[in-house]
């Protein structure tokens, strides 16, 4: 069941979804709450867990981090929804 539950959570990141990171990585130079792009979805294989590539940017475009991410508990996908208008 928990298997089940893990792949539909994977189904719902897209690539170009932001997302957040919810853990320091200071391997990285990356903390908790730093914001990123999916560059990459790949399924699961005998050598590797499923997961994503996100790549992380600074202020003015540069490339600050690409990173692995297998365990759904490290991110979590960021919705924007417009703010509707009254007339």
Request: glycine share 6%.
């Amino acid at each position: 069941m928990l298997r089940e539950v893990e792949v539909r959570e994977m189904n719902n990141i897209h690539e170009n979804d932001v997302v957040a990171l919810l853990v320091d990585q200071p391997e990285t130079g990356l903390q908790r709450g730093d914001v990123g792009t999916v560059i990459q979805v790949f399924e699961s294989t005998p050598d590797h867990s499923s997961g994503f590539i996100v790549e992380f940017v600074d202020e003015f475009g540069k490339v600050q981090a690409q990173i692995d991410v297998t365990d759904l508990n490290q991110i979590v996908k960021l919705r924007y929804r417009p703010v509707t208008v009254a007339a």
